[in-house]
């Protein structure tokens, strides 16, 4: 299975999706940022946009950064995310397996903004959705079914929601990166997402030691318990 994950890893980086359309490039094909062009998001262009982020990904870090901004934008992901429900809905393996490819390519840039954006709470049921379908275990996992159903957030003091949401994100990330991805990580992205995942405890545990009157409401209850 091992040899299975290192043979996957370089095929993102390396080689070309199959059935791929011709590379997405202009001028003479050089590695230059003007020579490569970023298709649409289309059910028919998946290809050529999986072997276009396969050469962004070779590119230094201030160019791919330019691409990431782009990518970052709502509309983009947007339609990348319409795509998946479409193909999901037609039970396309092929394509959900492009697709697969196409998001961890996406996480592997290692880019702040792009990875902010994409495991927000607006995505990152999405995207574990997305990661359901990877394509050496040869069978659907059940990222979204576990942590809609089967991860309970159990609050001895009710929360305020945007606190519940903030909890609920948190946990999504922290099993993203223990499970969904653990596996294709690279140090660079995995030291990302841990500092991702630091910054958004350290906001859980301010915001609740800021609120008196849940510590109050919090104290009474273990007061009455022991």
């Known amino acids: 299975v091992m040899a299975q994950i290192r043979a996957l890893q370089a095929q993102l ?7 791929a359309a011709p ?22 262009s998946l290809g050529a946009l999986h072997e276009t982020l396969q050469k962004i990904g070779g590119l230094p ?5 330019q691409f990431a901004a782009r990518i970052s934008q709502a509309a983009f992901l947007d339609r990348l995310f319409d795509i998946f429900d479409q193909c999901e809905d037609l039970d396309d393996a092929d394509s959900l397996h492009l697709l697969f490819r196409i998001f961890l390519l996406l996480m592997l ?3 702040l903004q792009l990875l902010s954006v994409l495991l927000d709470g607006q995505y990152i049921l999405k995207l574990l959705g997305v990661l359901e379908y990877d394509p ?8 979204r079914q576990f942590l809609e159903t089967g991860a309970t957030l159990r609050e001895v003091v009710e929360l305020k929601p945007d606190l519940r949401r903030k909890i609920q994100d948190t946990f999504r990330l922290q099993y993203l990166k223990d499970t969904a991805v653990a596996r294709y990580m690279d140090d660079g992205t995995a030291n990302t997402l841990m500092g991702l995942l ?9 915001e609740i030691c800021n609120d008196e009157a849940y510590l109050t409401r919090l104290m009474s209850c273990l007061a009455t318990t022991f």
């Open 13 to 19: 980086r390396q080689q070309p999706a199959p059935g």
């Open 23 to 44: 590379p997405a490039l202009t001028g003479d094909e050089t590695d230059d940022e003007d020579d490569v062009f970023l298709p649409e998001p289309d059910i028919s």
């Open 61 to 65: 870090m201030h160019m791919r950064r």
């Open 109 to 111: 840039f290692n880019d």
């Open 136 to 143: 050496i275990l040869g069978r659907r996992l059940q990222h």
């Open 198 to 206: 630091a910054g958004r405890q350290t906001d859980i545990v301010v």
